[in-house]
Structure formats: C-alpha cells, structure tokens
C-alpha cells in the first residue's frame, strides 16, 4: 500500500526527547535521520556570531531556506523544535506525517522555561498541527518507538 508520506516529523515540548525518538524510530523503520537544529546549526556555523551581524529577519530566512531542503527529502524521520515547526509549518506539510509526542509536564526540560510556562497552549498548538498525537508515559525508548509504530500503523 503506497502511503501519502515521505516523511515523518517528530515533536515534542522535550527536544532532546524527540531526537532521541526520531533516530530510533528512523533505524527502527530503516528510514535516514535528519535533527532541523543540528542542520540549521551546521549552515549557520556560528550561530551566536551571527547575531551580533544578522538581523532577525535574516536568521529566519535562513532558518526558511534549510527547511526548504529538508521538505524535498525523503525517507526521513525528521526531529523539530516546537518553533521550527509552528514558523514553517506550510514548508513541511506536504508529504510528512506529524507526529506529536504528548509528554507530562514532568518530562520537559526544566531549563526551558518558555515550554513548561506555556506547556498548556504549546500543546494544544502541537495537537491541532499533527496528523498523529501519541501520548507517552514512559521514558523507555524501546516502548515508545514500539507505541508510535503501532500507531502509524492504524493510519497508514
């Protein structure tokens, strides 16, 4: 059965979360792995340099531009941010399958205060965006790849 994705783009409100779940799941499904930030990062190199020269208009059009490529892969299993992903939305809608990670709110990083401040409306945001909204309660790895998987499965 063909399905009407070439992607799967994983979020959460715990970044480091979602990129662990993405790599697994990518190796899981035999899929390539791709971390938005870390591509963004490379094409920035010195991202904190860059500010002191950059406006902010132009860290969002280069942050735009990398999301642009990411959008023409396939076969991928992409980890985003809550930002990326809400700003650039429409750049990765056609072909990619959102699947948002609902963690409690003991699960998010507590040094980032925007995301436990606002875990409420976040959520909600992220839950209206996905195509598919799993609901985690454990921290194993293991179990959550197999919960997605499962999930993915009653979609496809």
Do not use: W
Not at 27 to 49: H, N, P, V, W
Not at 115 to 143: C, H, M, P, W
């Amino acid at each position: 059965m063909k399905t009407s994705f070439n992607k799967i783009v994983i979020v959460s409100l715990c970044d480091n979360f979602s990129k662990k779940i993405a790599e697994k799941l990518s190796q899981s499904l035999g899929m390539l792995f791709c971390d938005t930030k870390d591509l963004i990062e490379y094409e920035l190199i010195d991202r904190e340099a860059l500010k002191e020269f950059s406006t902010k208009n132009y860290l969002l059009q280069a942050e735009k531009k990398v999301l642009k490529h990411i959008a023409s892969f396939e076969n991928v299993v992409v980890a985003i941010n809550y930002d990326y992903l809400v700003h650039n939305f429409n750049i990765l809608k056609n072909g990619s399958l959102f699947v948002f990670l609902k963690l409690p709110k003991t699960m998010i990083d507590k040094n980032d205060a925007i995301s436990v401040i606002n875990y409420s409306s976040r959520g909600q945001e992220l839950e209206n965006l996905a195509t598919l909204s799993v609901s985690i309660r454990k921290t194993d790895e293991d179990f959550v790849i197999k919960k997605i998987i499962k999930e993915i499965g009653g979609i496809l």
